[in-house]
């Protein structure tokens, strides 16, 4: 293992991998305040996959790193409503004990790994077909 | 973690023995590729009077590539923008492994001195430097004042 990149450095690299679009092309992710110098919050995207019922859907969430990130991995709530098992139906908030990538976090994990695999999430077969509140509707 | 290089123990042990005025660079105990730096605005700057905070991180291949820098401390200036990212030629194209971590700090001190619109970051910065340079320059004393004076 090599040097450890700390926090600041480590979100430095993902915002400019996420300004310049070089993620994936379903995921997209930014500071919520450009002059955000602690840089902690973040908006994220997914589009909804496809054959799913989530399909042609976006998808809001905000995501909050904290002082402890990338040893700790952020808080995820999602903006618009959403029917799945890992999301509290109160409030969107993402139950970290039931997405894999956020129980088993691992330090080179990212805020695109959380966004890709709940995008994967959705289109699973247990999930994809599932009754979803109307599109836009907001928590 | 891998030992830390020769290269970095020697530039670390001869920042704390020469330190360079106006200039402190000290490490993280738990990663000592990490460094809190501060640095004194020049005389005659509109910086002059503030300690600005930056912090710095020793990639894995440095020396091959330049080390990691940005100010935590708020700066109005045209070189260096909201997230406190810096451009300067010495931490990009122009880096040589013959620089170190002390050159460049010192770089970054006169470009505190010496502002460039003309290859800006900040370009909302850059382009009221060019229009207003009095204006300008009030408005980062006044910065320097409300952030790097606390």
Request: one cysteine or more; hydrophobic letters at 35%; glycine letters at 6%.
């Amino acid at each position: 293992m090599g040097a450890k990149v700390p926090r600041n450095f480590r979100l430095l690299e993902e915002l400019e991998k996420g300004e310049k679009g070089l993620g994936a092309e379903a995921c997209s992710y930014g500071l919520t305040e450009g002059d955000d110098l602690l840089m902690s919050n973040w908006n994220g995207t997914i589009l909804g996959p496809p054959h799913s019922v989530h399909e042609n859907r976006i998808y809001s969430l905000t995501m909050h790193c904290g002082a402890e990130y990338p040893d700790k991995p952020p808080t995820i709530k999602f903006q618009n409503q959403i029917n799945l098992p890992c999301v509290n139906p109160k409030n969107g908030v993402v139950d970290p004990s039931k997405l894999p990538c956020l129980s088993d976090w691992k330090y080179s994990n990212t805020m695109e790994t959380i966004l890709i695999e709940l995008r994967r999430y959705m289109a699973h077969p247990n999930h994809k077909k599932l009754p979803q509140p109307a599109e836009g509707s907001t928590y | 973690m891998a030992a830390l290089p020769k290269r970095i123990i020697k530039e670390t042990e001869r920042l704390a023995k020469e330190p360079v005025p106006g200039i402190n660079a000290v490490p993280h105990e738990d990663n000592l590729r990490y460094f809190d730096v501060s640095i004194h605005g020049p005389q005659t700057s509109p910086y002059e009077g503030g300690i600005f905070k930056l912090e710095l991180f020793l990639p894995d291949d440095y020396p091959m590539t330049p080390p990691k820098i940005r100010f935590l401390t708020k700066i109005y200036h045209p070189n260096i923008d909201k997230l406190g990212r810096i451009c300067l030629d010495v931490l990009k194209s122009n880096w040589s492994p013959a620089l170190q971590i002390r050159t460049i700090l010192l770089s970054i001190q006169a470009l505190l001195g010496a502002p460039n619109p003309d290859d800006p970051l900040a370009p909302d910065v850059a382009k009221r430097w060019k229009e207003d340079q009095e204006g300008a320059i009030a408005t980062a004393k006044e910065w320097t004042r409300t952030h790097a004076m606390t």
